[in-house]
Nanobody, 122 residues
Framework: DVQLVESGGGSVQAGGSLRLSCAAS????????MAWFRQAPGKEREGVAA???????SYADSVKGRFTISKDNAKNTLYLTMNSLKVEDSATYYC?????????????????WGQGTQVTVS
């Protein structure tokens, strides 16, 4: 059974940085396509950053150049480094694993989700 546990959220001033972590069950990070999503109150969930099946990365236009997705297979951990944070980045951030579908990694559905970690930028 795949388990995903996010951490690293918090409150930060605009312009600041945070690094989110997603601790995954053994082999999850190396076996599955993984991604970060976020959802703000009253808004739809949106894909933020993802690993494509060929190992390349994809980013939402709103975070390009500011966010970086990375992973450590040995630690079974997915990361999202967020720099130059803006107020509009405030949301609950979720990591996801095991992508379904053949479209964009930022749009497809995923089989496994974490519980989320809150990011507040003021």
């Amino acid at each position: 059974d795949v388990q995903l546990v996010e951490s690293g959220g918090g409150s930060v001033q605009a312009g600041g940085s945070l690094r989110l972590s997603c601790a995954a069950s053994e082999y999850t990070v190396s076996r599955y396509c993984m991604a970060w999503f976020r959802q703000a109150p009253g808004k739809e969930r949106e894909g933020v950053a993802a690993f494509e099946r060929d190992g390349s990365t994809s980013y939402a236009d709103s975070v390009k150049g500011r966010f970086t997705i990375s992973k450590d297979n040995a630690k079974n951990t997915l990361y999202l480094t967020m720099n130059s944070l803006k107020v509009e980045d405030s949301a609950t951030y979720y990591c996801a694993a095991d992508r379904r579908g053949g479209g964009s990694a930022l749009k497809d559905e995923y089989n496994y989700w974490g519980q989320g970690t809150q990011v507040t930028v003021s």
